[in-house]
């Protein structure tokens, strides 16, 4: 059967299974666990991190004392603890998070990327092709539209449109996907791949474009714009990729790929503008002092001018779309911020820290 022959809608029920979910301790995985878990006592969800600077345990708070949760802290870099772990495990589904995230990091860094984005994933397919053999089991990844590369003012990237990718992180993701669909096509693999556009939310290392502006804002620090402001990202509320990468994992075709998108795009100037308006209200500031604090700064290497995903085929085989606004997402995201004070200090005295003084030093004046 090709996989275009595949029949629609095909259920797959994870209750009584065990899930791995890698990078659940990030910022969208650990959003999928306090999404899903509750609502689903019946499947074992297991965290499955090592702790970068981007995981965090804190990030699972709330859901980690669950009778179907569990952790294990494993670098999926390493073949033969991938191995034994999930001998242990005996994972029935794997829903692929794990990966390092940061574009302006993989361009002064490119080698971790290589050895989790690729590696890592290549590691997982091996121990899940050896596990299930050819009886069962799921491998959903999660990859992204940067591997579509940029868009000129108009048009939308499609499943179909040809890879392209620009930074070091977009070319290990579209490697990674690459292995995931050969995986399938070579080995029988049951796998979906979704790739989504930009997210904002809570729990989101404060190194991304908004809750890095959210706290500069708070803080009265420079809000470092990348050369003009000019770019545009398609923004989702991370709930919403949470419930697409559901719907796929159960419901999606096997060896097909959706595309995830928010309908809503925005040049950073204008996600700026609208988050300051935001932050200003909820904290009774004036917009103007927030205003003063942008900063133009040089632009990132071989930046990216636009995305824009067509997700025409999600909605219309499984009936998903997104459901927050950029209003209610971005409100919603500066108030988790602002209830959390701790979470953010925790993270400003570490690893960030050093993080902003490498990257932004030289540049931003506070
Ligand atoms: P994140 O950087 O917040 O989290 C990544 C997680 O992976 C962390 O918990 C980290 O500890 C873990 N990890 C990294 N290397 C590992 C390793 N070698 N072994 C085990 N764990 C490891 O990332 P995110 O923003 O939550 O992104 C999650 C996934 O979604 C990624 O695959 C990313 O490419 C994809 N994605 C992200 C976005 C976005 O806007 N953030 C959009 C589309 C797709
Ligand atoms: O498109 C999906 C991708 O979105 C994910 O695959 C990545 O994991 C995720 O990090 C994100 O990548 P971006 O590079 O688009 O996100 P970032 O938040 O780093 O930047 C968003 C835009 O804002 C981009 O055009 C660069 C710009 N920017 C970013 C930072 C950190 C600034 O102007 N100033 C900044 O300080």
């Given at each position: 059967m090709s996989m275009t022959d595949q029949p629609l809608r095909a259920d797959r029920d994870p209750a009584g299974l065990t899930l791995w979910v890698t990078g659940g301790a990030g910022f969208i995985g650990s959003n999928f666990i306090h999404r899903h878990i509750a609502a689903h006592s019946e499947t074992r969800f297991i965290v499955v991190d090592c702790?970068?600077?981007?995981?965090?345990?804190?990030?699972?708070a709330g859901v980690?004392?669950?009778?179907n949760f569990a952790f294990r802290r494993l670098d999926i870099g390493d073949a033969a603890a991938v191995d034994a772990a999930a001998d242990e495990?005996?994972?029935?589904w794997i829903i692929h998070f794990a990966a390092e995230s940061h574009v302006d990091r993989s361009i002064h860094g490119p080698a971790a990327f290589v050895r989790t984005n690729v590696v890592g994933t290549f590691n997982l397919l091996e121990t899940a092709r050896r596990l299930w053999g050819q009886a069962g089991g799921h491998f959903h990844h999660v990859s992204t539209d940067e591997v579509y590369g940029s868009l000129g003012d108009s048009g939308l990237f499609y499943e179909t449109t040809p890879y392209d990718p620009s930074s070091p992180y977009s070319a290990t993701k579209a490697a990674s996907d690459h292995l995931v669909r050969a995986h399938h096509r070579t080995y029988g693999l049951p796998v979906t791949i979704t790739n989504c556009s930009n997210n904002y939310g809570?729990?989101?290392?404060?190194?991304?474009?908004i809750p890095l502006m959210i706290l500069n804002c708070l803080n009265r620090k420079p809000l470092p714009v990348y050369g003009q402001g000019l770019n545009v990202r398609d923004w989702l509320f991370v709930d919403d990729h949470c419930d697409a990468i559901w719907e796929v994992a159960c419901r999606g075709r096997i060896g097909e790929t959706y595309n995830i998108g928010g309908d809503c795009e925005l040049r950073n100037i204008d996600v700026l503008h609208r988050l300051i308006r935001v932050v200003a209200e909820e904290t009774n500031a004036a917009v103007s002092k927030l205003e003063d604090l942008i900063t133009f700064v040089p632009d990132r290497p071989g930046h990216d001018l636009r995305y824009a995903m067509d997700f025409s085929k999600l909605h219309h085989e499984l009936g998903w779309s997104p459901k927050e606004t950029f209003e209610s997402g971005l409100r919603k995201t500066v108030q988790w911020y602002l209830a959390n004070p701790e979470w953010v200090a925790d993270i400003q005295s570490g690893e960030y820290r050093n993080w902003v003084d490498r990257q932004y030093g030289g540049r931003v004046k506070p």
């Open positions: 702790l970068t600077y981007a995981g965090n345990p804190a990030n699972l980690d004392d669950l009778p495990d005996r994972p029935d809570p729990r989101h290392y404060p190194e991304k474009l």
